[in-house]
């Protein structure tokens, strides 16, 4: 019999410098990846610079501009009162970052931590890595 995850509700929103890292990261990533294929390639390294700005941009719009609400209702993630899907990209145990996509929104990143989520940081994990019910068929009587 499967065990489904608790109810917790949580408010997130970034920190500074997590947003930083949320925009440097990527930009970093992209960037020395371009430099790597431009030397092969035997063209300047200062084009990667490009890329770099790209996928910074593209991050920056993916990092959420206001704190958003999550919770679970036990079958559903919602998200300032929105169902969506919520995934967990990666886990550290003390800090996830956690993706959400709804039909409606676009794509966004939330770093979450032990620290800023408090006590109901066990409650969270457990419900981002549980097992979702299966969608039961309506009853006809």
């Given at each position: 019999?499967?065990?489904?995850?608790?109810?917790?509700?949580?408010?997130?929103?970034?920190?500074?410098?997590?947003?930083?890292?949320?925009?440097?990261?990527?930009?970093?990533?992209?960037?020395?990846?371009?430099?790597?294929?431009?030397?092969?390639?035997?063209?300047?390294?200062?084009?990667?610079?490009?890329?770099?700005?790209?996928?910074?941009?593209?991050?920056?719009?993916?990092?959420?501009?206001?704190?958003?609400?999550?919770?679970?209702?036990g079958a559903q993630w919602l998200a300032d009162g929105e169902h969506g899907e919520l995934a967990p990209m990666l886990d550290l145990h003390a800090a996830m970052l956690l993706r959400w996509r709804s039909p409606t929104r676009k794509t966004i990143?939330?770093?979450?931590?032990?620290?800023?989520?408090?006590?109901?940081?066990?409650?969270?994990?457990?419900?981002?890595?549980?097992?979702?019910?299966?969608?039961?068929?309506?009853?006809?009587?």
């Amino acid at each position: 019999m499967p065990r489904y995850a608790p109810e917790p509700a949580h408010t997130h929103g970034a920190p500074r410098r997590t947003g930083v890292l949320l925009v440097a990261l990527p930009a970093l990533a992209a960037g020395v990846g371009a430099v790597w294929a431009l030397v092969h390639l035997s063209q300047p390294p200062a084009l990667a610079l490009l890329p770099a700005l790209l996928v910074g941009a593209w991050a920056w719009r993916s990092a959420p501009a206001a704190p958003v609400h999550l919770a679970w209702d036990g079958a559903q993630w919602l998200a300032d009162g929105e169902h969506g899907e919520l995934a967990p990209m990666l886990d550290l145990h003390a800090a996830m970052l956690l993706r959400w996509r709804s039909p409606t929104r676009k794509t966004i990143w939330l770093p979450v931590s032990a620290r800023a989520a408090g006590p109901a940081w066990h409650a969270l994990r457990v419900a981002v890595h549980a097992h979702r019910p299966a969608a039961q068929p309506p009853v006809h009587v």
